[in-house]
């Protein structure tokens, strides 16, 4: 079992930078999956980013070019590093992990709000 936690967000101005960390109770070194997903009121909950175990990444296609996700299983946390912020990047994020066989675990979120 893992509990998940973000954290990271707040307010920033078009064009700046924020990297988002999502710190696990436990190992994540056999976590098959994680990634960042967000979801803006009113919309549905979108795809970020995943990694997987061995390091295979995948990328939401609003977000190419412009975030990095990586995972530190020493320090148990996923992190997601965001640059060049739009306003329509303002969401709530929240860390995902995929545990095949044990389930599938959510983060509570943590708010990016992109604005002048």
Known sequence: ??????????????????RLSCAASGSIFSINV???YRQA?????????TITSGGSTN???SVK???TISRDNAKNTMYLQMNSLKPEDTA???CNAQWYHVGDFWGQGTQVTVSS
């Open 34 to 36: 994680m990634g960042w």
């Open 65 to 67: 070019g412009r975030c």
């Open 59 to 61: 990328y939401g296609d």
């Open 41 to 49: 009121p009113g919309k549905q909950r979108e795809l970020v980013a």
């Open 92 to 94: 709530v994020y929240y």
């Open 1 to 18: 079992q893992v509990q998940l936690v973000e954290s990271g967000g707040g307010l920033v101005q078009p064009g700046g930078s924020l």
